[in-house]
């Protein structure tokens, strides 16, 4: 059999040995593909699910809010004869929607006033007679209502409704809904409905792809796909609660999501997929993989011809390659004298602890100052030449190129150091090589001079944050500023004061001396409040002749001290020309649940009360 013959069968058997191969390696992982690729998709499901129940409690609410602003419910307040017409509107509105079990008004002590019900979903809703109504004073849900604010809403816990002390049968989950009722602002009593919610609950959990559950905070179930052990909050405890021994709901074989409803109950969805449903999925895809595997069998025998021939001319393309290689080296020693010309710098350290260098380009001496025997010989080591404050972040960098198996990467520009102590900036760009194991030989980088660069973006960076006038400042950066410390102070609550301060009669300055010699009282003011202030206070121009005080670290108390100190040196201070002046100051402070144009306010109407008590003061602002 010639050598030829062989290689066909060889690649032939080589190309069917590795499609029963593909197909036994699939038949494994297919079935968890189907299962990850569907819980991928559980999260959308569950989405879709809160997305239900929300607008399922807002048609509930939109049912109260008609009755609240209902002008014949408003008039029952008015007139007593009316109040047939709001028990009819009250019935209305349960006729509309067969889930009402209840719809009542509840006066402000607690006497029920009017109540509309029916005993299930199937039967029409009817008004319960006024010698039947009850006081509710006691109960939980009138309490928690009562407090609420008017247009504020009430969830009561998904629960089965009760009749003399006992859970009624057939089951009726509820959920109660209320709101305060107030009339010409006085809180005159609360309006609550009782919604059968088990239709709408098992619709939620019936799919054909998952099976669905739906439990409390405490893990107790309510509902699922199957309608086993639910309701074991109320019905069977102790095989309701540890959900675990009907589900893992740890693995990763299930999507959890917590339901975003106000009722403190903690609801949660729990999608786990069906087993038939991953079975058809990956029996359907079974079958087109074996359409697969037959077209690969298919295209296998004029490949494996093809690839037969191959061998007899390897040897002419080899040495053709051994060639090419030789001239790739000689373009290769062009390339690198072409970098001694330049600016840039080829850098080839080693994957050591001090990064020694294996190779450097001759250009390092215009860089770097230090010349290419310096690093031959080890005499210094690349990372020596970067800056003490940026050696952190540049290993951090290389770690985390290293981590994501990066093969390319560009540093953040940093800072080196020269031979004569020179500090440049530089943008690195590396390429990691690696062996046939994946392991790392050495580092390649590429270096260039970007120090002019970076000098003029400092150069921008200063004039977007220097008020161009008073040289302190601007109003852009201060609020930058503030919205820095009002994170921190939310995050972890370190104390911000601030410190508003405004001329006192500056426009009497420019209409007497002319607006030249005002703009050289602000300058004069600006460097007064600088140099008086703190190392960590930040003082800018907050526009006009006001000025804003950024005081980290610090209480009410003690930025009112030091605004009396302020305002006691600007006084005593001569200006040129005008002589003395004086400053009215508003004091004011972080406080949580205030954002930074409220304590911005409570500092200008300190700053207004300064003005109208006569100026040349300091005012504390109120705190909320």
């Known amino acids: 059999m010639s050598f030829r013959v062989k290689l066909f069968f060889i690649f032939l058997m080589y190309g069917l040995l590795l499609a029963i191969a593909a197909q036994i390696l ?283 021939i191959l061998p007899a001319k390897l040897k002419s393309k080899v040495d053709a390659l051994n060639k090419e290689l030789e001239n790739e080296a000689k373009d290769k020693d062009i390339l690198l004298s072409l970098f001694d010309l330049s600016d840039a710098v080829l850098f080839k350290w080693n994957n050591d602890e001090k990064w020694s260098v294996s190779f450097v380009s001759k250009s390092v001496e215009n860089l770097l100052e230090y010349s290419q025997n310096d690093f031959a010989s080890n005499k210094v080591a690349y990372i020596n030449c970067i800056h003490s404050s940026d050696i952190a972040r540049v290993e951090q960098e290389v770690q985390a190129a290293i981590k994501v198996e990066a093969y390319f990467f560009t540093h953040e520009p940093y800072r080196i150091v020269t031979k004569n102590k020179k500090i440049k900036w530089i943008l690195d760009n590396t390429v990691i090589v690696r062996d046939e194991n994946g392991e790392i030989i050495n580092f390649v980088g590429y270096l260039t001079d970007v120090t002019e660069l970076k000098e003029k973006e400092f150069e921008l960076e200063n004039l977007a944050r220097i008020d161009q006038l008073t040289k302190i400042n601007n109003r852009l950066y201060l609020d930058e500023i503030l919205m820095k410390q009002y994170y921190r102070f939310n995050r972890h609550s370190e104390e911000c004061s601030i410190i508003l301060v405004d001329i006192d009669y500056f426009k009497t300055v420019n209409d007497e001396y002319g607006h030249l010699v005002g703009d050289k009282v602000l300058v004069e003011f600006a460097a007064l409040l600088q140099k008086s202030i703190r190392k960590d206070d930040i003082v800018g121009r907050w526009g006009g002749e006001e000025f804003l005080i950024i005081l980290p670290h610090t209480y009410l108390d003690k930025a009112a001290f030091l605004a009396e100190k302020l305002c006691k040196i600007i006084a005593e201070h001569e200006f040129n020309v005008i002589g003395h002046k004086t400053a009215s100051f508003g004091v004011a402070t972080f406080v949580h649940g205030m954002s930074v144009e409220q304590c911005v306010d409570m500092a200008d109407d300190a700053l207004y009360e300064a003005k109208e008590g006569g100026r040349n003061m300091v005012k504390v602002a109120k705190q909320a």
């Open 26 to 308: 699939m038949m494994k992982i297919n079935k968890e593909v189907v299962r990850q690729d569907s819980l991928k998709k559980a999260a959308l499901y569950a989405e879709e699910i809160q997305k239900d129940f929300q607008q399922n409690l807002k048609a509930s609410q939109r049912k109260l809010k008609a009755i609240r602003e209902s002008k014949i419910f408003q008039k029952n307040f008015q007139e007593n004869r009316i109040r047939k017409c709001s028990e009819l509107l009250f019935l209305d509105i349960a006729k509309t929607s067969s889930d009402i079990m209840q719809l009542r008004y509840i006066d402000k002590n607690g006497n029920e006033v009017i109540r509309v019900e029916r005993n299930n979903p199937r039967q029409e809703a009817y008004i319960i007679d006024r010698k039947y109504l009850q006081n509710k004073a006691q109960r939980y849900y009138f309490k928690e209502l009562m407090q609420l604010r008017d247009g504020e809403y009430w969830y009561s816990k998904l629960d089965l409704n009760v009749e003399h002390g006992k859970i009624e049968e057939p089951l009726k989950p509820v959920i109660r809904i209320g709101t305060p009722y107030y009339y010409k602002g006085e809180r005159k009593g609360i309006l609550i409905i009782n919604v059968f919610v088990n239709d709408f609950l098992h619709s939620l959990v019936e799919s054909d792809i998952y099976n669905v559950f739906l439990i409390d905070k405490d893990n107790y179930m309510l509902v699922n796909t199957q309608h086993k052990n639910e309701w074991s909050r109320y019905l069977d405890k102790e095989n309701g609660k540890n959900l675990e021994s009907l589900l893992d709901v740890k693995s990763e074989n299930s999507y959890i999501l917590n339901l975003k409803i106000t009722n403190n109950e903690g609801l949660k969805i729990i999608l786990v997929p069906k087993e038939n449903y991953i079975a058809a999925e990956v029996k359907e895809n079974f079958y087109q993989f074996l359409w697969v595997v037959l077209i690969v069998l298919i295209l296998s025998l004029p490949l494996s011809y093809f690839m037969s």
